[in-house]
C-alpha cells in the first residue's frame, strides 16, 4: 500500500538557519511527490512537485527536495530560514487512481 | 490566478441544523473539486471528489446522505453537513481542478465549522 510519513510533528530552527523537513513514502512504483505549505487562515499552497523528471526539486520561497529512491524519501530543505516560513508542511504522495495521500504535517517553527 | 474561494470562514451552528459551505474557483472552471477534512493537528482527509453535473464519488467511511455535495456549475461546488453533530466540528477544505493535470489542485482557505 502507498503511504506518506513526515518523521517530525515539529521542527524548531532559529532565523537563518538551514531548514531540513523529514518525509518518506512507501509504493511499489515511481511515485509522485508534493510538498504544500499551510499558512494560517490561507489556502493550501504547492511549493513544489515531483513527477519522475529531475530528482533534485526547486520550488517556490527557496526550498528544494530532493527525490531519493534508495532512501525512499523526499525531504524538503531550505539553506536559510525566514521568520515568514513558518507554517504546516505536508508531504502529499499521489495514488495510481490519482488522489493526494497527505503526510500528517510537521509545523515550522522559527525562532528570532 | 487559480484562486479558490470558500464561504463562509467560519460558522457556528447548533446541533441538529443544517450548514451549508461554498467553494468557488474565481478565475478558472473547474471540471474537478475536492472536499477535504482536517481534524486539529492531522492532515487532510479526502471525503469526496466531484465532477461537475454529475454525483460526487464519496469515500469510504464518509457518509453521502449527511455530507451533501452539489457541483452545479464549473466555478462553484457546495458541501451542505445535514443535520449537524458536535462531533462534525472540523475544518474543511476544497480544492479544484482544471482536470488539465491530474495531481494540480488549488484549494480554498477552508472553512471552520462549530457545532454547538
Known amino acids: 500500500a502507498q503511504s506518506v510519513t513526515q518523521l517530525d510533528s515539529h521542527v524548531s530552527v532559529s532565523e537563518g538557519t538551514p531548514v531540513l523537513l523529514r518525509c518518506n513514502y512507501s509504493s511499489s512504483y515511481s511515485p509522485s511527490l508534493f510538498w504544500y505549505v499551510q499558512h494560517p487562515n490561507k489556502g493550501l499552497q504547492l511549493l513544489l512537485k515531483y513527477t519522475s523528471a529531475a530528482t533534485l526539486v526547486k520550488g517556490i520561497n527557496g526550498f528544494e527536495a530532493e527525490f531519493k529512491k534508495s532512501e525512499t524519501s523526499f525531504h524538503l530543505t531550505k539553506p536559510s530560514a525566514h521568520m515568514s516560513d513558518a507554517a504546516e508542511y505536508f508531504c502529499v504522495f499521489m495514488d495510481s487512481n490519482y488522489q493526494l495521500i497527505w503526510g500528517a504535517g510537521t509545523k515550522l517553527i522559527i525562532k528570532p | 490566478g487559480a484562486v479558490v474561494s470558500q464561504h463562509p470562514s467560519r460558522v457556528i451552528c447548533k446541533s441538529g441544523t443544517s450548514v451549508k459551505i461554498e467553494c468557488r474557483s474565481l478565475d478558472f472552471q473547474a471540471t474537478t473539486m475536492f472536499w477535504y477534512r482536517q481534524f486539529p493537528k492531522q492532515s487532510l482527509m479526502l471525503m469526496a471528489t466531484?465532477?461537475?453535473?454529475?454525483?460526487?464519488?464519496?469515500e469510504q467511511g464518509v457518509e453521502k446522505d449527511k455530507f451533501l455535495i452539489n457541483h452545479a456549475s464549473l466555478t462553484l461546488s457546495t458541501l451542505t453537513v445535514t443535520s449537524a453533530h458536535p462531533e462534525d466540528s472540523s475544518f474543511y477544505i476544497c480544492s479544484a481542478s482544471t482536470g488539465t493535470s491530474a495531481w494540480e489542485q488549488y484549494f480554498g482557505p477552508g472553512t471552520r465549522l462549530t457545532v454547538t
Open positions: 466531484s465532477n461537475e453535473g454529475s454525483k460526487a464519488t464519496y
